[in-house]
């Protein structure tokens, strides 16, 4: 049976997703730009100072769910395009969702133990 | 409507297509993101170095940052993060109706290439100690 695989719905909130997530991301990478031009990554210490200061560690949290979040949308959008196999997809989308929690877990942890 | 249907290319010969420039930044852009996503436990695992509080920490990530085929991979992830964040300047901008004219829309893919190349240039001689 043929069918027309469309109007699932999530195709605009992932679009406005990517945006939210890219320009938050961005943001952050600005202003770490500007604390390294200000001297945040001289040294060791002044760089764990920097990171583990309270507002700091509130965007890094922010940055790494973004992160994750974008990278999701992106890489499933990457399988959905090249992959023909409806198993190979399943098994990827759920290995990609899996390794992306993971890696939010590991970096959230870095920057709270701080 | 049936006979296109029909003589549409079911496989495309990605060897023959020529992009456009636009066309070629926007691959890019997949690229970059995917390369960043493939090397993402190498950054966590470089952050986790930077911000470790003991000496063994310290040494590994000197070690680690310091060996050449890692710095020839943080060059490769610097360039891919340039573009990916350019390029995503640039997706913007098309978002909100800026520079869609087909030349803007060339230029900008310009700009997009040359810029993140330059930015990797000036932080990569950075990275490798040049400066």
Redesign the interface.
């Known amino acids: 049976m043929q069918r027309l695989v469309v109007g699932a719905g999530y195709g605009l909130k992932d679009w406005l997703a990517q ?1 939210v997530t ?2 938050v991301m ?1 943001v952050f ?1 600005l202003i770490i730009f500007a604390a390294a031009l200000g001297g945040a990554m001289s040294s ?1 210490e002044a ?2 100072a920097f ?1 583990a200061n309270g507002f700091i560690r509130f965007l890094s949290f922010l940055f790494i769910v973004s ?1 994750c979040w974008h ?1 999701w949308v ?2 499933r959008d ?1 399988w959905m395009d090249y992959l023909n196999s409806a198993a190979l997809r399943l098994f990827l989308h759920v290995m990609t969702l899996l390794a992306l929690v993971g ?1 939010a877990g ?2 959230i942890q ?2 709270w ?2 | 409507m049936s006979e296109m249907t029909k003589q549409r290319p079911k496989h495309l010969a990605l060897h023959e297509i020529r992009l456009p420039l636009a066309g070629f930044a926007s691959i890019l852009h997949r690229v970059s993101g995917a390369g960043l996503f493939l090397l993402l436990p190498l950054l966590i695992w470089l952050l986790q170095l930077s911000l470790g509080s003991t000496q063994s920490s310290a040494e590994m990530f000197a070690a680690v940052t310091g060996n050449w085929l890692v710095k020839l991979i943080l060059l490769g992830l610097l360039w891919a993060f340039f573009h990916h964040f350019c390029m995503g300047i640039r997706i913007l901008l098309i978002d909100v109706h800026v520079g869609v004219e087909k030349q803007q829309a060339h230029a900008s893919a310009m700009a997009v290439m040359v810029i993140s190349l330059a930015l990797t240039a000036i932080f990569g001689l950075k990275l490798l100690g040049a400066y």
């Open positions: 945006r890219g320009v961005a990478a060791r760089w764990q990171m992160l990278a992106g890489v990457i890696y590991w970096a870095i920057i133990r701080l």
